[in-house]
């Protein structure tokens, strides 16, 4: 069974831009506009969740089950992937203190797109990768028999879905930056680049994690290493969904100068990172950089 939802969409743009801060470092600075893949999954929520949608689609599965913190773009994706599709969507949140209170912007929407929401305890959900307290999570969130799609949308089926973001960039750069949340886009973006080509991951949150899980993830997508990639941490802003003044100011700045839309939790640190680094000699001149912008919040 075949989904339109779910059908292919073309390569998304990749442009070039002019701005005098790689330009005198002697760097090219593409941007791969995958916020424009999909009308309201952009980038790699769309890459991440198609596999897995289409897989709940033809296992008969009517509902799906997935994870996130109360700002989760993981989280809106699905409650909009779920609408489009005539599917219930449940959404396991982190944080028993927000049950009860008023709805924030990011939560107000996974509900007005139908999402049903269950808020749980932070030690709890830390432990949501073990066996038995993920199946206690999904049943007391009313969501048993539900397709289970995980934190991040990032699993196997996921990976595949992202390789084919580097395979759509083989040839066009020496090294493509993406913004990290769970490592998912890094690790399949790695694995559809050419030889020769590095992804560079930007993770959004501290505590240097990422690593391991990027390893596990790809071992169980490709059976081992796929690829070549490598993280540049420190430049989270102090952690998931923390907005400074400056990265605003920065962010700002980068949307009059280009008209694309910088992101604030992902896209505008992607990009902070790559000036700075530009800036310290990161790249060696004559370098194309490609960043992934994946998308609005």
Not at 4 to 32: C, M, N, Q, T, Y
Not at 274 to 292: E, I, N, Y
């Amino acid at each position: 069974m075949t989904h339109p939802e779910l059908l292919p969409r073309p390569p998304s743009p990749l442009v070039e831009v002019a701005d005098e801060r790689f330009d005198a470092r002697g760097v090219r600075l593409l941007l791969k506009r995958d916020d424009l893949v999909h009308p309201e999954l952009p980038g790699n929520k769309w890459r991440k969740l198609a596999p897995n949608l289409r897989a709940a689609v033809e296992a008969g599965h009517s509902e799906l089950v997935t994870f996130g913190g109360a700002y989760s773009n993981h989280l809106r994706a699905t409650a909009a992937a779920g609408r489009l599709l005539g599917m219930g969507t449940v959404g396991v949140v982190r944080g028993h203190e927000l049950a009860g209170r008023p709805l924030n912007d990011s939560l107000a929407r996974c509900a007005a797109d139908g999402m049903r929401l269950h808020f749980v305890s932070r030690p709890e959900y830390r432990r949501k990768g073990e066996p038995e307290v993920l199946a206690r999570l999904v049943s007391e969130a009313g969501a048993e028999g539900s397709y289970v799609v995980p934190e991040g949308g990032s699993n196997a089926l996921a990976l595949h879905g992202c390789a084919e973001l580097g395979r759509e960039l083989r040839g066009a750069a020496d090294v493509v930056a993406v913004a990290c949340g769970t490592g998912g886009t890094l690790a399949g973006l790695a694995a559809g680049l050419d030889p020769g080509q590095r992804a560079l991951g930007v993770p959004v949150l501290a505590g240097g994690f990422l690593d391991a899980e990027i390893r596990s993830l790809q071992a169980a997508a490709f059976g081992g290493p796929a690829g070549a990639w490598s993280l540049a941490e420190g430049y989270d802003h102090g952690g998931y969904a923390r907005v400074p003044a400056e990265l605003d100011a920065f962010a700002a700045d980068f949307e009059r100068r280009h008209g694309v839309s910088a992101e604030r939790i992902y896209v505008a640190k992607l990009l902070w990172a790559l000036t700075d680094l530009t800036a310290a000699g990161a790249f060696p001149r004559g370098t194309t950089l490609t960043a992934v912008i994946t998308g609005r919040p």
